[in-house]
C-alpha cells in the first residue's frame, strides 16, 4: 500500500484545513486508516482513526474540531480540520494497517505511511 498525503499549508488561527490520504495498492477498506502529527521537537502524536468498522477516535486535542472520514470509492481518507490553532502546526502522516482496538494510538501499530503534509497555524 502506498499513501499520499496532501492538503497541508499556511493558515491563520480559526482558520480550516481539509487534508486527503490517498491509497494505491490494497483498499482502505481492509485496514484503519489514522492520522499522526509531528511538531518541530516533538514526538510523533496521534491525531485521529478510522477503523474497518467505520468507528472513528481522536485525540483529545483535537476532538470537537477534527474529523475524520473516508471514501471507499476514491481510496482515500480524509482530515477535516476547524478552528485550528497555533498549537496545531505540524507535518501531519496518514497511516494505515491492521490496528487493533488498544493500540490506535501508537505509531508502530500502523505498518504503512504516508510523507507528511506540512500544516502551519499562525496567530
Known amino acids: 500500500v502506498q499513501l499520499q498525503a496532501s492538503g497541508g499549508g499556511l493558515v491563520q488561527a480559526g482558520d480550516s484545513l481539509r487534508l486527503s490520504c490517498a491509497a494505491s495498492g490494497r483498499t482502505f477498506s481492509s485496514y484503519a486508516c489514522g492520522w499522526f502529527r509531528q511538531a518541530p521537537g516533538k514526538e510523533r502524536e496521534f491525531v485521529a482513526v478510522i477503523r474497518r468498522s467505520g468507528n472513528t477516535y481522536y485525540a483529545n486535542s483535537v476532538k470537537g474540531r477534527f474529523t475524520i472520514s473516508g471514501d471507499d470509492a476514491k481510496n482515500t481518507v480524509y482530515l477535516q480540520m476547524n478552528s485550528l490553532k497555533p498549537e496545531d502546526t505540524a507535518i501531519y502522516y496518514c497511516?494505515?494497517?491492521?490496528?487493533?482496538?488498544?493500540?490506535?494510538?501508537?505509531?508502530?501499530?500502523?505498518?504503512?505511511w504516508g510523507q507528511g503534509t506540512l500544516v502551519t497555524v499562525s496567530s
Open positions: 497511516a494505515a494497517g491492521r490496528v487493533i482496538l488498544t493500540s490506535y494510538q501508537a505509531s508502530n501499530a500502523y505498518a504503512y
